[in-house]
Nanobody, 123 residues
């Protein structure tokens, strides 16, 4: 089994920064695709960033140039550096692992999820 635990959420003013971490444990392999999703109240869960097995990243258009995702395989930890935060970034942020090397933007294709961490950005 795989366990994912997010941390680093909080409340910030618009323009501020936060760094989220996702610590993985259990039988997780470096070739798994790891991703960040978020869900705002009343909205569907949406992909924010995906990190492929080789460390390459892709981002949702809404966060490009502001968010940076990375992973440390030795520490089994996924990160999301969030800068220039906007009120519309307010959501619960989840990390997810897919038991395949091929990444996906579809949340239903991920096998493992963390409990989520709340990010609130006020203007």
């Amino acid at each position: 089994q795989v366990q994912l635990v997010e941390s680093g959420g909080g409340s910030v003013l618009a323009g501020g920064s936060l760094r989220l971490s996702c610590a993985a444990s259990g039988y997780i392999y470096s070739w798994y695709c790891m991703s960040w999703f978020r869900q705002a109240p009343g909205k569907e869960r949406e992909g924010v960033a995906v990190v492929a097995s080789d460390g390459s990243t892709r981002y949702a258009d809404s966060v490009k140039g502001r968010f940076t995702a990375s992973k440390d395989n030795a520490k089994k930890t996924l990160y999301l550096e969030m800068n220039s935060l906007k009120p519309e970034d307010t959501a619960t942020y989840y990390c997810a692992a897919r038991g395949r090397a091929l990444c996906s933007w579809t949340f239903g294709e991920y096998n493992y999820w963390g409990q989520g961490t709340q990010v609130t950005v006020s203007s």
